[in-house]
């Protein structure tokens, strides 16, 4: 493969230079600009491109190396082999961004029905159990906006352990970060709180059921009336939810 051109990065003033490379490179390769398989430049055109020391580049690499995120082969150069890795490294604060947000919260919408289903065809008691705990803990938070996203957020992960698919909670639980953050940014108001925990204890309802498509339909209502509600703006242009 062709090496890829990468974008400029900028060094924050005192900051690691090798360790802002190697969050700028993982971002890069994440947002699919690097790809499995592509040779990088050599360090030297790197260092030149991003107007750093050639030293800073070879520390970075040296970073990328030791966990098995880029290979040296010899006559093809420095090949990306392994971007698993790159998840723990970059700022996730970059994705947070409002452009971002939509897409973090489709990706949700597409994912908890099928979720809930999985879940209600298990019917799993303890999963139940654990479902119905985080719902408990979303009333007893209401009025504390930070406990309340926190009782919400494990609602949706309890789910997602309940459908029994580690791969998928895996998923559900990279969302999840992501998405506290940006939930961080928005006031909601109780009212709000206590018809979102309805919606959950309908989801929960249909779970205990074993009826996956009712659970599925309760579970994409909810995700739809959560959007309306964070994406809502109030009189004085806070996010009402």
Partial sequence: MI???LSEISIPRGASVAE?????VARQAIEGKIKLGQKLPPEGELAETWGVARSSVREAFRVFQMLGVIEAKPGRGTILVN???L???IDWSHFTRPEFVEDIVGARLVL???LAAMAARRRDKAAIEAIQETID???RAIGDQDASIQAALDFHTAVAAAAGNETLLLTTRLLRSLYQES????????????ALLRD???ILQAIRDGDPERAARESEHHMKHGLDIVFAKDSDGHAGC
């Avoid at 802002?20 to 700028?24: A, M, Q």
């Avoid at 108001?189 to 206590?194: A, S």
Wanted: aromatic content about 8%.
């Fill in 3 to 5: 090496a890829p051109k």
């Fill in 20 to 24: 802002t490379i190697v969050k700028e």
């Fill in 83 to 85: 971007t698993a890795p």
């Fill in 87 to 89: 998840f723990a490294l």
């Fill in 112 to 114: 908890e029905p099928v």
């Fill in 137 to 139: 803990a979303g009333y």
């Fill in 183 to 194: 939930a961080r940014t928005t006031r909601r108001r109780p009212e709000n709180y206590h």
């Fill in 200 to 202: 959950h204890e309908r």
